[in-house]
C-alpha cells in the first residue's frame, strides 16, 4: 500500500478532503518534520566545540534521521520543488532560531534574504 491509494482512501471517505489537499497536508508534514530535525541538529552542532564532542554526535544523528522524511517526500513532488521549498522553510526557521534562541540581529540583509527564500517558494509552488 503506497501513500497514492491511502491518500485516495481518505478521500473517497471525507469529501472535504481531496486527493491534492491531503497530499499536500502529507509532504507538509513531511518538510516541517525534516527542518525541525536540520534545525535543532544546527543547535547541537552550533554547541558543539571539538568534533568529539556529545552534541556534534547528536547534531550527525539528527542530520541522519532528516533522510527519513526527505526520502518520503522526494516520492511525493519533483526533486527541485521540494529542495527549494525544504530550504526555503529551513532559512526562514534559522533566521527565527538565530533571533530568539541565540538573539542574532535582524538585519536588511537577513529580510531580503528571507524576502528571496519566501519568493522562490512562492514561484516553485505556483507552477
Same mark, same amino acid.
Given at each position: 500500500?503506497?501513500?497514492? +491509494?491511502?491518500?485516495?482512501?481518505? =478521500?473517497?471517505?471525507?469529501?472535504?478532503?481531496?486527493?491534492? #489537499?491531503?497530499?499536500? =497536508?502529507?509532504? @507538509?508534514?513531511?518538510?516541517? +518534520?525534516?527542518?525541525?530535525?536540520?534545525? #535543532? !541538529?544546527?543547535? *547541537?552542532?552550533?554547541?558543539? /566545540?571539538?568534533?568529539? +564532542?556529545?552534541?556534534?554526535?547528536?547534531?550527525?544523528?539528527?542530520?541522519?534521521?532528516? !533522510?527519513?522524511?526527505? /526520502?518520503? $517526500?522526494?516520492?511525493?513532488? =519533483? *526533486?527541485?520543488?521540494?529542495?527549494?521549498?525544504?530550504?526555503? #522553510? @529551513?532559512?526562514? $526557521?534559522?533566521?527565527?532560531?538565530?533571533?530568539?534562541? *541565540?538573539?542574532?540581529?535582524? /538585519?536588511?540583509?537577513?529580510?531580503? $534574504?528571507?524576502?528571496?527564500?519566501?519568493?522562490?517558494?512562492?514561484?516553485?509552488?505556483?507552477?
Amino acid at each position: 500500500m503506497n501513500f497514492d +491509494s491511502v491518500s485516495r482512501s481518505i =478521500s473517497a471517505r471525507i469529501p472535504l478532503l481531496n486527493h491534492n #489537499v491531503v497530499k499536500i =497536508s502529507w509532504v @507538509t508534514i513531511l518538510i516541517a +518534520s525534516g527542518v525541525a530535525a536540520t534545525i #535543532v !541538529a544546527d543547535m *547541537f552542532l552550533k554547541k558543539g /566545540t571539538v568534533l568529539t +564532542s556529545r552534541n556534534v554526535a547528536i547534531g550527525a544523528v539528527l542530520y541522519a534521521l532528516v !533522510a527519513v522524511p526527505v /526520502t518520503l $517526500a522526494y516520492r511525493e513532488i =519533483s *526533486f527541485s520543488a521540494l529542495l527549494i521549498i525544504w530550504e526555503g #522553510v @529551513t532559512i526562514l $526557521a534559522g533566521l527565527a532560531v538565530g533571533m530568539l534562541w *541565540f538573539h542574532e540581529p535582524l /538585519t536588511v540583509r537577513t529580510v531580503i $534574504a528571507a524576502l528571496f527564500a519566501v519568493t522562490a517558494m512562492i514561484l516553485i509552488y505556483s507552477q
